[in-house]
């Protein structure tokens, strides 16, 4: 449950034009060379980001979204069509599903929530993958999920502090 014993701050409203940019930026890095990286272990930052959306602001970013960003990581990839897409479908419907049970609990309570959602659209990416002929990449194919998993504390903090309102100084 959420913390009681500080008070809480409203936010102001997201824009829709900065939801665009996180998502752009996340497309970037997707397509950033990981190869060099040990065990070639990348997380999907456009699944995290897509589910931190659909979570946070259900109304704004859902399906269509998800859909969109699924194909430019297919065409990116040079993937299977769709593959992304699907994973991507799915992840947000489970973040604009469980929005207001993930909302509830602490943010280290939402990485138990957060990890098993970006597992579940890998498992998705993965099984297309294998119904296409493709090869089985490994079981570190997964640890991408744990590490975005780990990413969502400090990502959550990025992503509200154009949200914080700047103090009145007229205001004490």
Same mark, same amino acid.
């Given at each position: 449950?959420?913390?009681?014993?500080?008070?809480?701050?409203?936010?102001? $409203?997201?824009?829709?034009?900065?939801?665009?940019?996180?998502?752009?930026?996340?497309?970037?890095?997707?397509?950033?060379?990981?190869?060099?990286?040990?065990?070639?272990?990348?997380?999907?930052?456009?699944?995290?980001?897509?589910? @931190?959306?659909?979570?946070?602001?259900?109304?704004?970013?859902?399906?269509?979204?998800?859909?969109?960003?699924?194909?430019?990581?297919?065409?990116?990839?040079?993937?299977?069509?769709?593959? @992304?897409?699907?994973?991507?479908?799915?992840?947000?419907?489970?973040?604009?599903?469980? @929005?207001?049970?993930?909302?509830?609990?602490?943010?280290?309570?939402?990485?138990?929530?957060?990890?098993?959602?970006?597992?579940?659209?890998?498992?998705?990416?993965?099984?297309?993958?294998?119904?296409?002929?493709?090869?089985? $990449?490994?079981?570190?194919?997964?640890?991408?999920?744990?590490?975005?998993?780990?990413?969502?504390?400090?990502?959550?903090?990025?992503?509200?502090?154009?949200?914080?309102?700047?103090?009145? $100084?007229? @205001?004490?």
């Amino acid at each position: 449950m959420q913390n009681e014993s500080r008070p809480q701050t409203i936010l102001l $409203p997201v824009k829709p034009l900065f939801i665009a940019f996180t998502l752009v930026a996340a497309l970037l890095a997707n397509l950033l060379p990981w190869s060099g990286w040990p065990l070639a272990i990348k997380p999907d930052f456009v699944a995290l980001i897509v589910l @931190h959306w659909c979570i946070l602001q259900p109304r704004r970013a859902g399906f269509t979204v998800a859909m969109l960003f699924g194909l430019a990581m297919d065409v990116a990839d040079g993937s299977l069509l769709g593959q @992304h897409a699907l994973a991507y479908s799915m992840l947000a419907f489970a973040g604009i599903v469980l @929005h207001r049970r993930v909302l509830s609990f602490t943010m280290k309570d939402q990485i138990l929530h957060v990890i098993p959602l970006l597992l579940a659209n890998d498992v998705i990416v993965l099984v297309v993958r294998k119904l296409a002929g493709g090869e089985f $990449p490994g079981i570190t194919y997964f640890c991408g999920s744990i590490i975005a998993g780990a990413l969502w504390m400090p990502l959550c903090y990025l992503l509200k502090l154009p949200q914080i309102p700047t103090p009145d $100084p007229d @205001h004490v």
